[in-house]
């Protein structure tokens, strides 16, 4: 049987970029080589996203997704995955009326989590991320305790994701930032961090963090292709 067809519900460019080349490389790891599950992507500008996002229409949000759903289900793709933990805030609502069953970032970064042993993360992404919903939500359900970064450090966390991450942007500076933040959360008695933005891997690499990194990209990327030969 060939795998299932994986839709990817673009956000950012690069966050997405780095989803699909993920899987594209653990398809060859788990299938075979030059093998990766069939794949389709749809994307509305970032721009979309953050007009609602600053007007806090959420709802608006969530059709914007409902309507890449639906598009990619017409393309054929049998589920779904969102590299945007961001936009994982309104999932509840897109997972009941679309017309594909969806993966959970959060869900798939804790059970990760879980699997390797730790017990308190620290949480960096957008400051929607880090001061909303989805990771509270569901580390809690798992068991997990969380710590955020304090509040002038979100700041310039968010900062640096929308004015350079998503752009391509990744300077030596702000590498230093993250690790300074990163090395906060392990005096907190954080024993992992999660880089709970799709391009915070792309400045933060394993070997360059204070403490071990749960990558959302992908290990979103890589449950996707265990979905689909599932």
């Not at 790891?29 to 959420?58: C, F, K, Q």
């Not at 059709?63 to 805030?89: Q, Y």
């Not at 392990?186 to 799709?198: H, Q, S, W």
Request: glycine share 8%.
């Amino acid at each position: 049987m060939r795998p299932r067809h994986i839709g990817i519900v673009a956000c950012s460019t690069e966050g997405a970029a780095l989803c699909y080349r993920t899987i594209s490389l653990v398809g060859g790891e788990l299938i075979g080589r030059h093998a990766h599950p069939e794949v389709s992507l749809h994307s509305y500008p970032l721009s979309d996203y953050m007009e609602l996002i600053h007007r806090d229409d959420w709802e608006g949000v969530a059709r914007l997704m409902l309507s890449s759903a639906a598009k990619l289900a017409g393309a054929g793709a049998d589920f779904l995955i969102c590299p945007d933990n961001t936009l994982h805030i309104v999932l509840p609502r897109v997972r009941a009326e679309s017309p594909l069953p969806w993966l959970h970032i959060a869900e798939v970064v804790a059970a990760e989590a879980k699997r390797l042993g730790y017990r308190r993360l620290g949480v960096t992404g957008t400051r929607y991320t880090m001061e909303g919903p989805v990771y509270p939500e569901v580390l809690g359900s798992a068991g997990l305790d969380h710590r955020v970064p304090g509040p002038e450090s979100r700041e310039r966390i968010n900062r640096i994701i929308f004015d350079e991450l998503v752009n391509g942007r990744f300077t030596a500076e702000s590498l230093g930032f993250f690790q300074t933040a990163i090395a906060a959360l392990g005096n907190e008695g954080c024993d992992a961090v999660i880089l709970g933005c799709t391009e915070i891997p792309l400045l933060v690499p394993p070997e360059a963090s204070p403490l071990p990194t749960l990558d959302s990209t992908r290990l979103l990327a890589r449950a996707a292709v265990e979905r689909a030969l599932a």
